[in-house]
């Protein structure tokens, strides 16, 4: 099956909109896969999705079915959700999938995002049927894919995930919020890093936290992200075919990303194995 990825949002930590980011954008996560039948998989929903909503809506064409995978909870990756459009249409539906954080489950973290104290419209209120999922397996089917997951090392719970067609076809996986170094203290296990390459192998399409520099890193070990080379070196040693840098760090403008993405693909020439390197860049669509 083929089907296509679109970025909605490419940025970290905080949206930094303004014309030193407008080519890689000022959006925070967000990535659509739509599958060649209608199947809608969104990965994330930072504030790129509120672009994506508008989008959507647009071009709708009778009932919008949407399923978002978030990765955690951290509030980069759910602050565009009160403002998705679709939530605000009567037939509409939209399922989100996600791990509980400690004792918290994933529905009562959503309702706090939009408790009156802090949003003026609570989650009750949408017009569209809305369900919360939680992730407690490792496997799962969502429609044409089925989903695989793995659990990353950044702090609280966070998911990484596999997509693969069921019918057959080109995988992709989407890790952000990943450090790779040795910086932070993670409850994963010893054979981690050997397991996690086993997770990736072989996927045609890596999307990849690259927050950092090397230098960069030195100040920022166990806040949960990696460097460019550490993404490089991960996705030659998985035989991904396309890595596609993400999770930007918002003081990074598109200057500062031209200069990231070069040294990146420098070093992936050095290490000698065949890898297509980019950047997410807000729009960029990927076919697969």
């Known amino acids: 099956m083929a089907y296509t990825v679109t970025f909605w949002g490419t940025r970290g930590s905080i949206p930094t909109p303004g014309a030193d980011t407008a080519r890689y954008g000022g959006n925070t996560p967000c990535v659509a896969v739509e599958g060649a039948g209608g199947q809608l998989v969104v990965l994330d ?13 647009a071009k709708q064409n009778g009932a919008a079915k949407v399923e978002i995978l978030l990765s955690h909870a951290h509030w980069d990756h759910i602050q565009g959700l009160p403002h998705f459009k ?26 706090q995002q939009m408790d009156p104290a802090v ?13 919360v999922q939680q992730v407690d397996m490792e ?35 989407y890790v952000t919020d990943n450090e790779l170094g040795t910086g ?3 409850e994963v296990p010893g054979s981690w890093r050997r397991d996690f390459l086993t997770f990736l192998k072989g996927v045609d399409l890596l999307i990849h936290d690259a927050m ?77």
């Open 119 to 131: 949003f003026p419209v609570p989650l009750d209120a949408l017009s569209a049927s809305l369900t």
């Open 86 to 111: 679709p939530f605000f249409a009567p037939g509409n539906s939209v399922r989100i999938w996600g791990t509980r954080q400690g004792t918290a489950s994933l529905e009562a973290i959503l309702r």
């Open 45 to 57: 929903a930072g504030t790129g999705i509120r672009a994506l909503g508008l989008d959507l809506v």
């Open 184 to 186: 932070g203290h993670y």
């Open 212 to 288: 950092y520099t090397p230098d960069e890193l030195e100040e920022h070990r166990g806040w949960g992200h990696s460097t460019y080379e550490e993404a490089v070196t991960l996705a030659q040693d998985a035989g991904v075919k396309k890595l596609v840098l993400f999770h930007h760090e918002p003081e990074h403008g598109d200057k500062e990303m031209d200069a990231l993405l070069t040294a990146a693909r420098k070093f992936a020439k050095k290490r000698e194995a065949a890898l297509e390197v980019d950047a997410a860049r807000e729009g960029m669509k990927v076919s697969l």
């Open 139 to 173: 496997e799962f089917s969502i429609g044409e894919f089925r989903v695989r997951t793995t659990k990353l090392r950044h702090p609280g719970t966070t998911l990484g995930f596999r997509l693969t067609p069921a019918k057959g076809g080109p995988a992709m996986a």
